[in-house]
C-alpha cells in the first residue's frame, strides 16, 4: 500500500499543477495598458539634472566634402544628422512580443531603448515571448531637446494604445513603450513599429526629425476547432489530464530554444584597463584598436602575451593567439581572440549559438561568452578556448600541408577535419532544391561599383531587381530607391547597399566605394542614392582575369588558355546563376579558408570563425575549400617546383580520371584536391550525377578571383591564373556532358 500511494502522490501532484497551468493562462487575457508610455521604475523619479547633456568640449571634425547620399527614411527628406552634434550616444533597441496566440488573448508588446555604455543582457517579461535586439546611435544636439517617439500599426489586431508614443530622451535613460494587443480573427497577423528621434529647438529654429529604426514582427493566432480562447481552456483541462506528460517535455524544449535566441544577442560593454601590459612575439604585431580591445577583455588581468597572429578570412578579421597572466605572477590558458567588426563579431556569436555549440564535438574551440565591445570603437572582440598542449602554438591548415608529406595532409583532411565535423554538420542533410545563385552569389563580387555623385539626371532607377542590371556599363549615372546599409567597412571607405531577396533571386548589392564612414549608418534605410557606375560585376571579373591573362581577349564564346580551348566561363555565369540544383542541405561553416581550420598538437583539428556558419547546400564548404587549396596552396607548390600555371590542366585531368601523377610536385597537389572531392562525392544527392558539385566548384573558383590578397602574395598572378584555368575547364565539362 506505502509503494502505491509513493506511485500514487507524485502522479495527483503532476495532474493538479498541470491544471494549475492551464487555468493560470487566463493570465493572458492582460487588461489594456492604460498608461501610454512609462520609463523604467528605477529612473522615473529621478530629476533631469541627473542626465545632464554634455557640451563639446571642441568643434566636432568636419567630414570630408563630397556628393555623398545621405541615409534618410523613408518619407523625410535633408540629411540624417543635424548639425551641430554635441556627442552620439550608442543604445540597444529590443523588441518583445509574442509569436503565438490564441484568438480571444490578449498581450503585451515591448519596445525598449537602452543605453549600451555599460553593457546589458536581453531579458524576457514572459518566457512564451520572442526577443529582438538590435543596435541604433542616437545623437545629441546643441541646442536642441531631444524626444523618441514609437509607433504600431497593425491590420487585424485591436492594440492601444494608438498613434504617436513620444517620450522625452535623456542621456543614460531607458525608454520604455508598451502595448497590449488583442486578435479579432485567426490566422498569421502582422505589425510594424517604428522610433523616431524628434530634435525641438530650445531657442530658435526649426524641429527636426529623423527615423532611427523600424521592424516588421508577425504574430501567429490559432483558433482550435474554431473557438475562442474560453471554450478552448475548458477542452484544455480535459486535455492536460491525459497529455499532461507529454506538455513538459514539449514546455521545456521551447523555453529553452528562446532563451537561446536570448542569450545569443548578448554582448558586453567594458571599458579598457589601461595598465594592462601587451608583450608581443616578435611578427605577431598588434594595432592600438587591437589593444583597446585586449585592455578590456582581460581588464582584470595584469599583462597578456600574443603569441602569434593568424589571417582569418577576407572579412579584415585579425586572429591572435594569446596568454593572460594574473598580478600574482600565475598565467591562465592560452586563448585565441578574434576581432573584427562588431557587426561581424556579433553574428559570429549568434551563429555560434545557433548552429555549433550543441552541434560540434566538446573537444573543438569553444566560445568563452558574448563579444566585448568598447564605447566608440568600431570593432568588437571574442575569446575561445585553446585547443592544444602549452608551448606548441597551433598551425593554420595551410602551414601545415604545405609543411607535411601529402600522406599527413590528406589524412588530416579526410579523417581530422570530415569525421570531426561532419557527424554534426554536413552528414545530417536533408533534400533541397535550390537555384545555384541563392546560395552562391554571395562569393561573387558585388554587383554594381558606384563613385557617388550630386547629378540627378540618371540613365536608370536601381529598385533590387537582377533585370534592372542589364545593360548597365562603367559611365552610367543611376538612382538607388529604397536600399538599405548591409555594411560599412571605415578602413576600406566603402559601404555596401542592398536590398531584400526577391523571391527566389538573390539580393541585388551595390558598393560605394571612396567614401567616408560617416556618410552612410549601417541597417539605415536610403530613400535616394545618386552615383556613377565604376564597374558592373562582368567588368570586375574581367580586370581581374586580365591581370593574369594579359593578352587574352574575353570577348569571345571560347579561349585558347595554355594551347588547349575552351569554354569561356563568363558569358555563362548568368545561366549558370539560375541554374536549379538537386542537392542537399545541412549545417555548414560558410567560410572554410585556410585560415580558419587550425592544426593543434597530435594533428587535432579544430574551427573558427562562425561569421559565416548556416543552413546551406552541404557542397558549399568543400567547393570552397578546394578553390582555397588551389589557389594558396597549390600555386606556391607549382612555384616552388617551377612550374607554369599550364599545369594546372594536367592536374585536373588526373583529377577527372582517377589516375595519381608519378610528378612529386603534381602528385603532392592531387593528393589535396583528391582528398576534398572524395568528401564532396559522399555528399551528392545523386552518386551518379556530379553536375552539383561541378557548379559548385565553377562558382567558388570564379568568386576567389575577387580577393585582393591573392594580389599580395609573392607567386601571384599565378593563384588567379589557376582559379580561371579551373573555372573554363569546369564549365567545358559541364557544356559537353549534356
Same mark, same amino acid.
Given at each position: ?39 523604467? #521604475? ?25 556628393? /555623398? #547620399? ?69 545623437? /545629441? ?74 521592424? *516588421? ?26 497529455? $499532461? ?21 548578448? !554582448? ?44 582569418? *578570412? ?41 548552429? !555549433?555549440?550543441?552541434?560540434? #564535438? ?27 598542449? #602549452? $608551448? ?39 533534400? /533541397? ?111 581581374? !582575369? ?36 538537386? $542537392? ?15 592544426? $593543434? ?41 617551377? /612550374? ?95
Amino acid at each position: 500500500m506505502k509503494r502505491e500511494l509513493r506511485v500514487l502522490f507524485p502522479l495527483i501532484f503532476v495532474i493538479l499543477l498541470m491544471f494549475l497551468v492551464g487555468c493560470s493562462s487566463g493570465a493572458m487575457d492582460r487588461p489594456p495598458v492604460t498608461t501610454e508610455t512609462e520609463t523604467d #521604475p528605477g529612473l522615473a523619479d529621478l530629476p533631469s539634472t541627473q542626465f545632464p547633456i554634455p557640451l563639446p568640449t571642441e568643434p566636432p571634425p568636419t567630414p570630408p566634402p563630397g556628393p /555623398y #547620399p545621405t541615409s534618410t527614411p523613408p518619407g523625410t527628406e535633408g540629411p540624417l544628422l543635424p548639425t551641430p552634434t554635441a556627442f552620439v550616444e550608442e543604445r540597444f533597441i529590443e523588441l518583445e512580443w509574442p509569436p503565438d496566440m490564441r484568438l480571444g488573448d490578449s498581450d503585451i508588446v515591448r519596445l525598449s531603448l537602452i543605453p549600451s555604455e555599460d553593457g546589458y543582457t536581453p531579458q524576457l517579461e514572459f518566457d512564451e515571448h520572442e526577443l529582438d535586439l538590435d543596435v541604433a546611435k542616437i545623437p /545629441y544636439q546643441v541646442g536642441f531637446e531631444a524626444f523618441a517617439i514609437a509607433r504600431m500599426n497593425a491590420v487585424g489586431l485591436d492594440f492601444s494604445p494608438r498613434g504617436d508614443q513620444q517620450q522625452r530622451l535623456l542621456e543614460g535613460q531607458v525608454l520604455n513603450w508598451r502595448w497590449s494587443i488583442a486578435p479579432e480573427n485567426a490566422g498569421r497577423h502582422r505589425l510594424s513599429l517604428q522610433l523616431r528621434i524628434r530634435w525641438e529647438p530650445l531657442g530658435e529654429g526649426n524641429t527636426e526629425e529623423v527615423n532611427i529604426w523600424d521592424s *516588421g514582427i508577425e504574430v501567429q493566432v490559432t483558433a482550435p476547432l474554431g473557438i475562442g480562447a474560453p471554450q478552448a481552456r475548458m477542452l484544455g483541462v480535459v486535455g492536460l489530464l491525459v497529455g $499532461g506528460a507529454m506538455a513538459l517535455p514539449l514546455a521545456e524544449f521551447a523555453t529553452r530554444r528562446r532563451l537561446e535566441r536570448a542569450r545569443a544577442s548578448k !554582448v558586453r560593454r567594458l571599458k579598457p584597463n589601461l595598465d594592462l601590459e601587451l608583450d608581443v612575439a616578435p611578427g605577431a604585431y598588434v594595432s592600438n584598436e587591437e589593444k583597446i580591445l585586449l585592455q578590456a577583455l582581460y581588464h582584470r588581468y595584469d599583462r597578456v602575451t600574443v603569441e602569434t597572429r593568424y589571417s582569418s *578570412g577576407y572579412s579584415g578579421a585579425r586572429t591572435l593567439l594569446v596568454q593572460p597572466s594574473r598580478k600574482d605572477g600565475r598565467t591562465d590558458a592560452y586563448a585565441i581572440v578574434k576581432i573584427g567588426s562588431a557587426r561581424e563579431i556579433q553574428s559570429e556569436y549568434s551563429n555560434y549559438e545557433s548552429f !555549433v555549440r550543441h552541434t560540434l #564535438p566538446p573537444i573543438t574551440g569553444r566560445v568563452q561568452g558574448p563579444p566585448v565591445l568598447v564605447s566608440g570603437e568600431p570593432d568588437a572582440a571574442l575569446e575561445y578556448t585553446f585547443v592544444g598542449m #602549452p $608551448g606548441v602554438i597551433p598551425k593554420s591548415l595551410k602551414d601545415f600541408v604545405l609543411n607535411s608529406e601529402v600522406g599527413e595532409s590528406k589524412l588530416l583532411i579526410e579523417k581530422g577535419l570530415f569525421n570531426t565535423f561532419g557527424t554534426g554538420w554536413w552528414l545530417q542533410r536533408v533534400p /533541397y532544391t535550390f537555384r545555384s545563385g541563392i546560395e552562391y552569389d554571395r562569393l561573387l563580387p558585388v554587383h554594381v561599383v558606384l563613385e557617388a555623385a550630386t547629378e540627378k539626371r540618371t540613365r536608370r532607377t536601381l529598385t533590387g531587381k537582377l533585370s534592372e542590371l542589364d545593360g548597365l556599363v562603367p559611365g552610367d549615372l543611376v538612382r538607388l530607391e529604397g536600399s538599405f546599409v548591409a555594411e560599412v567597412r571605415p578602413r576600406r571607405n566603402t559601404a555596401t547597399l542592398s536590398w531584400s531577396n526577391i523571391g527566389l533571386t538573390p539580393a541585388v548589392r551595390v558598393r560605394f566605394q571612396n567614401t567616408p564612414p560617416e556618410a552612410f549608418i549601417e541597417r539605415a534605410r536610403v530613400r535616394n542614392a545618386y552615383g556613377r557606375v565604376v564597374f558592373t560585376r562582368e567588368s570586375l571579373l574581367q580586370n581581374e !582575369v586580365t591581370k593574369a591573362f594579359p593578352d587574352l581577349n574575353l570577348t569571345g564564346p571560347k579561349l585558347n588558355i595554355w594551347n588547349r580551348m575552351v569554354d569561356n566561363p563568363l558569358p555563362h555565369l548568368k545561366e549558370i546563376l539560375e541554374k536549379r540544383v538537386r $542537392g542537399t542541405q545541412s549545417i555548414i561553416h560558410g567560410d572554410l579558408n585556410l585560415e580558419n581550420v587550425l592544426v $593543434g598538437p597530435g594533428d587535432l583539428v579544430w574551427l573558427i570563425d562562425f561569421a559565416s556558419t548556416r543552413e546551406g547546400h552541404t557542397l558549399f564548404d568543400f567547393a570552397r575549400l578546394e578553390a582555397e587549396l588551389t589557389t594558396q596552396v597549390v600555386s606556391e607548390i607549382f612555384v616552388r617546383s617551377d /612550374y607554369g600555371p599550364e599545369r594546372m590542366f594536367t592536374l585536373f585531368d588526373a583529377l577527372e580520371f582517377g589516375r595519381a601523377p608519378e610528378d612529386q610536385a603534381l602528385h603532392q597537389a592531387y593528393g589535396l584536391l583528391d582528398a576534398t572531392r572524395q568528401m564532396a562525392r559522399r555528399l551528392l544527392f545523386d552518386n551518379e550525377n556530379e553536375d552539383e558539385f561541378i557548379i559548385s566548384l565553377y562558382l567558388a573558383y570564379l568568386g576567389t578571383l575577387k580577393f585582393s590578397n591573392l594580389d599580395e602574395l609573392p607567386f601571384a598572378p599565378m593563384p588567379k591564373a589557376l582559379a580561371f584555368g579551373a573555372a573554363a575547364y569546369l564549365i567545358t565539362k559541364y557544356l559537353h556532358s549534356k
